[in-house]
């Protein structure tokens, strides 16, 4: 069976002339928390976009689970298990934090569940299901005490929190983490560290954009680097410490900024 919980083949993308992404192929060990870093503009965002559907690659492919899901919507993508949080949240800032949650499956478990044909009794069943299902995902993720908070008034770091708890309404296998880390506090970035590491013991697999280094060393392998739209190593965080591309790379980018 392929190890590969999601695998990128070949992939390329231009913006008009400039190459963003240059025949990148990256294989995303099922059960990993697999880091990738680069340096400003290396393209992860990118890379990211291509995988989710947000942008069609110009050239390569995306596999999940071994089928090919290439150029497939984020919304197909999401229900079939593949759930992505982006570097600046975006709630639904008037709505509350659990209206936020349950806003997920209407659109997505919904219909699975039974789509525009269902009776009104079972529509309201189908709402309490959500709903429960929305308080556990937030008592999970410690942002219960916030559930009827509007979303906009809440921290940037809880922020974070509430959209991994969106993307945990669709149970994804495979969870791709854009700078989770960024602009949120130590205390509740350990609190992110804890859930991303407990959600991983239950089976899923992390794909993490993040420039925090202690972050990737300390809870990512392997560790993936991107500079320039290609990948330059790919490794252990020893491994990554002592590479001599990978510092000139990234980690002398960063010394220089
Ligand atoms: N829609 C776009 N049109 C044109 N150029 C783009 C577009 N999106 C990204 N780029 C360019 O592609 C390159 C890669 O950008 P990308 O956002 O993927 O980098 P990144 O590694 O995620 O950077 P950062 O760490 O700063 O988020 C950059 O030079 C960027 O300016």
Same mark, same amino acid.
């Given at each position: 069976?392929?190890?590969?919980?999601?695998?990128?083949?070949?992939?390329?993308?231009?913006?008009?002339?400039?190459?963003? +992404?240059?025949?990148?192929?990256?294989?995303?060990?099922r059960g990993s928390i697999t880091g990738l870093i680069g340096p400003n503009g290396a393209g992860k965002t990118t890379l990211f976009n291509a995988i989710t559907g947000g942008l069609r690659p110009g050239r390569g492919k995306v596999t999940l689970a071994g089928?090919?899901?290439?150029?497939?919507?984020?919304?197909?993508?999401? !229900?079939?298990?593949?759930?992505?949080?982006?570097?600046?949240?975006? #709630?639904? %800032? =008037?709505?509350?934090?659990?209206?936020?949650?349950?806003?997920?499956?209407?659109?997505?478990?919904?219909?699975?569940?039974?789509?525009?044909? +269902? %009776?009104?009794?079972?529509?309201?069943?189908?709402?309490?299901?959500? =709903?429960?299902?929305?308080?556990?995902?937030?008592?999970?993720?410690?942002?219960?005490?916030?559930?009827?908070?509007?979303?906009?008034?809440? %921290?940037?770091?809880?922020?974070?929190?509430?959209?991994?708890? =969106?993307?945990?309404?669709?149970? #994804?296998?495979?969870?791709?983490?854009?700078?989770? !880390?960024?602009?949120?506090?130590?205390?509740?970035?350990?609190?992110?560290?804890?859930?991303?590491?407990?959600?991983? =013991?239950?089976?899923?697999?992390?794909?993490?954009?993040?420039?925090?280094?202690?972050?990737?060393?300390?809870?990512?392998? #392997?560790?993936?680097?991107?500079?320039?739209?290609?990948?330059?190593?790919?490794?252990?965080?020893?491994?990554?410490?002592?590479? #001599?591309?990978?510092?000139?790379?990234? +980690?002398?980018?960063?010394?220089?900024?």
């Amino acid at each position: 069976m392929d190890e590969a919980a999601l695998a990128t083949h070949g992939l390329t993308h231009y913006f008009n002339a400039f190459r963003a +992404l240059d025949d990148v192929s990256i294989k995303v060990r099922r059960g990993s928390i697999t880091g990738l870093i680069g340096p400003n503009g290396a393209g992860k965002t990118t890379l990211f976009n291509a995988i989710t559907g947000g942008l069609r690659p110009g050239r390569g492919k995306v596999t999940l689970a071994g089928l090919d899901v290439t150029g497939q919507t984020p919304d197909r993508l999401f !229900a079939s298990g593949l759930g992505r949080t982006f570097q600046i949240p975006r #709630p639904f %800032s =008037r709505m509350s934090v659990l209206e936020n949650l349950m806003l997920v499956p209407l659109s997505q478990i919904g219909e699975r569940l039974g789509g525009p044909f +269902l %009776s009104r009794h079972a529509m309201r069943v189908q709402e309490c299901t959500i =709903r429960e299902h929305a308080l556990e995902v937030l008592d999970f993720m410690t942002l219960a005490p916030l559930a009827d908070h509007p979303a906009g008034k809440i %921290s940037g770091g809880q922020m974070k929190l509430l959209e991994l708890a =969106r993307v945990l309404m669709g149970d #994804p296998q495979v969870i791709l983490l854009d700078e989770p !880390a960024a602009g949120v506090n130590p205390t509740l970035t350990g609190t992110l560290i804890e859930k991303i590491e407990e959600l991983n =013991r239950q089976g899923k697999t992390f794909l993490i954009i993040e420039h925090d280094m202690d972050f990737v060393m300390r809870h990512c392998d #392997p560790i993936i680097a991107l500079a320039q739209g290609r990948v330059v190593f790919e490794g252990t965080a020893a491994e990554a410490q002592a590479d #001599p591309v990978l510092l000139d790379a990234y +980690l002398g980018a960063q010394a220089d900024a």
